[in-house]
C-alpha cells in the first residue's frame, strides 16, 4: 500500500479485550483454555489507519493459531505485517506466518496492519481464536468423552513459561505504530515471537549451505551449528534473512538473486565472534567488496515522501572512509538517481563535504549525492565521534520536511540527538525507491560496475513504517543494552 503523504496521528487507546471459553487446539482434558486480544488504533488519517493487535494466551500453549473478527462499518485490510490475512465482505481472518505460530501459557503474540475506511472506523467488539470466541478469562474444559485416560493439562499459574518475554525491538516500534517492514541480524531475533532462521552459510568445500537460526524462540543465534557446519573449512554469508515476515531478505550482490560486479563477494562468516547475553554469535563483517541488497518497493518498505525509520548496531572499530557502508533505503535501479533517492544510515569516517572536525567515526544520513551531518553541506557543531566497540546509530526522516539522526554506545546510555531539523536543500521532498542496501553505497555492484569501497560491521538492524517517536527510539536503545553485546 502507498502511505498517505498527509497523517493525521491519534494518541488514543483504542483497545477491545477478549479470551476464550473451550479448547484453542485440540482439546486436551481438564485443558484450561483463555486468551485475550488488544486492538489498538496506532495511527489515523483521511480514509486510512494503522493498527496493532496483541494475542494473549491464557490457557495451555497453543500450536498455530486463526483469530476471526468482523468489521462493522465496512473497513478494509490493506496491509498486514506478521501474519496472512484474507477478508470476505466484513469477516477477517488473520493466521500465524511460520515463526510466531507457537504461543506459550501466559505468552503472546502481535501483528499490525493498515486499512481503509469510509465514513467511520469503530473498533470490532468480539474476536474468536481459533474458532472460541474470547472474552479475557479462562475456565476448565470438561473431559472428552471419548479420551477417559488422557491426563490433565497443567494450569496457566503452574506453568513456567507463563510470564511474557520482554519487548525486542519491532515489538516495540509497532507497539508505537511504526511496525518494522524489514529486520535484518546476524546475532539475535528482533521479535520476541521470532523462532525463524537469522542467515545462510556456505562452506567452500563443498559449497554446501546451513541456515542459521536461534537457540529459542526470541532469543540469540545458534554459533555452534555455524561453528559444527564450518569445521575444517571456510563459510561465508550468503543471505541475511528478513524477521519481519515480509521476505525482505539481503542476499550478497553478486549472488544469482542480485547479479554483481565481478568484485562483488559475500562476507566471510567468521571473522569476528562476540558474545551477546552471555551466548556466542558472529557479526557480518563487511570489507571492500561485499555488499546485501534487496528490492522492497512492493513489500512494505516506504517509498517516495512516506515517512520511515530506522536503527542499526555496528562497530566504532572496524571502519574507514570509503563509500558507503550504509543500512537503509535505497535505489532499486542500483544507480545514483536524485536527491532524496536513499534515506539510510551511514556510519564511517568519510567527511563528504570537508570542513569536518575530528576523525570521527560519525552517523551520518546518506540521502544520496551526498552524506550529511546534518541539515546542509556544511559541518554539523553538534556532531560527535561513536569510537566504541558497539555503536547504536539510529536515522528517521518524514519524507517531506524532517529528519533526524541520533547515536549511542550500544552497551549503555541513552541516545544521544546528533540533528533534528529540515531536511537539505534540494532534498524536499524526498524520492525514496524502496530498495534496501547494507554494507555499500546506493549506486554499488550491479553488472558492469563498481565494487563497494567501505568497511563496517553489522550486528542488528530494522527499518519502520512511519516516523518513530523518540519514545520508541529510546526503548529501542534501552532493549540493545539489555542484550549484553560484549
Request: aromatic share 10%.
Given at each position: ?103 506459550p501459557s501466559g ?150 538473486v542480485v547479479p ?135 536515522l528517521k526522516n ?89
Open positions: 500500500m502507498k502511505v498517505p503523504r498527509l497523517r493525521f496521528w491519534l494518541a488514543t487507546g483504542l483497545v477491545a479485550v477478549a479470551g476464550a471459553i473451550g479448547a484453542l487446539t485440540a482439546p486436551a482434558a481438564h485443558a484450561a483454555t483463555g486468551c485475550r486480544v488488544d486492538y489498538s488504533v496506532t495511527n489515523q488519517w483521511p480514509g486510512g489507519f494503522g493498527t496493532n493487535v496483541s494475542v494473549t494466551n491464557l490457557g495451555d500453549p497453543i500450536n498455530g493459531w486463526k483469530l476471526t473478527w468482523s468489521f462493522s462499518a465496512g473497513q478494509t485490510i490493506t496491509q498486514l505485517w506478521n501474519g496472512t490475512y484474507t477478508q470476505s465482505g466484513s469477516q477477517v481472518t488473520v493466521t500465524n506466518v511460520d515463526y510466531n505460530g507457537s504461543i505468552g503472546s503474540t502481535s501483528f499490525g496492519f493498515n486499512g481503509a475506511f469510509n465514513g467511520s472506523n469503530p473498533v470490532p467488539t468480539s474476536f474468536a481464536l481459533n474458532g472460541v470466541t474470547c472474552t479475557g478469562g479462562v475456565t476448565a474444559s470438561p473431559s472428552p468423552s471419548t479420551s477417559p485416560s488422557t491426563s490433565p493439562s497443567p494450569s496457566p499459574s503452574a506453568s513456567p513459561s507463563s510470564t511474557p518475554m520482554a519487548s525486542k525491538p519491532c515489538d516495540i516500534y509497532a507497539a508505537g505504530g511504526t511496525p518494522c517492514v524489514a529486520a535484518h541480524s546476524t546475532t539475535r531475533a528482533l521479535y520476541n515471537a521470532y523462532n525463524g532462521n537469522l542467515y545462510q552459510v556456505r562452506r567452500s568445500s563443498d559449497s554446501a549451505t546451513r541456515n542459521i537460526g536461534v537457540l529459542t524462540q526470541g532469543g540469540a543465534a545458534n554459533a555452534a551449528a555455524q561453528d559444527s557446519f564450518c569445521a575444517g573449512t571456510t563459510c561465508v554469508i550468503t543471505v541475511v534473512y528478513d524477521q519481519s515476515g515480509r521476505g525482505n531478505d539481503l542476499w550478497y550482490q553478486g549472488s544469482s554483481g560486479s565481478p568484485q562483488s563477494k559475500p562476507a566471510t562468516a567468521t571473522t569476528e565472534s562476540l558474545s551477546v547475553g552471555g551466548n556466542k554469535a558472529y557479526s557480518l563483517y563487511i570489507n571492500p567488496g561485499n555488499s546485501y541488497w534487496r528490492d522492497g518497493h512492493l513489500t512494505g518498505v516506504p517509498t517516495g515522501t512516506a515517512p520511515e525509520g530506522m536503527y542499526m548496531v555496528t562497530s566504532g572499530t572496524h571502519v574507514n572512509s570509503g563509500c558507503c557502508f550504509d543500512y537503509g533505503n535505497s535505489e532499486t535501479t542500483r544507480k545514483a538517481d536524485a536527491a532524496g533517492a536513499m534515506d539510510a544510515i551511514y556510519f564511517g569516517t568519510s567527511c563528504w563535504f570537508g570542513g569536518c572536525s575530528g576523525s570521527g567515526p560519525w552517523v551520518q544520513a546518506d540521502l544520496e549525492w551526498g552524506l550529511y551531518p546534518g541539515g546542509s553541506q556544511s559541518w554539523n557543531p553538534n556532531q560527535r565521534a561513536f569510537t566504541s566497540k558497539f555503536v547504536t546509530a539510529t518524514n519524507g517531506t520536511s524532517r529528519f533526524a539522526i541520533k547515536g549511542s554506545n550500544a552497551q549503555s546510555g541513552t541516545l544521544y540527538t546528533l540533528y533534528d531539523g529540515a531536511l537539505p536543500p534540494g532534498y524536499s521532498p524526498m524520492k525514496k525507491q524502496g530498495a534496501i542496501v547494507l554494507g555499500s553505497g546506493g549506486d554499488c555492484c550491479k553488472p558492469g560496475g563498481g565494487a563497494n569501497l567501505s568497511a563496517g560491521t553489522f550486528y542488528e538492524g530494522a527499518m519502520v513504517a512511519g516516523y518513530p517517536s523518540d519514545a520508541t527510539e529510546n526503548a529501542v536503545q534501552a532493549d540493545v543494552v539489555a542484550a549484553g553485546y560484549r
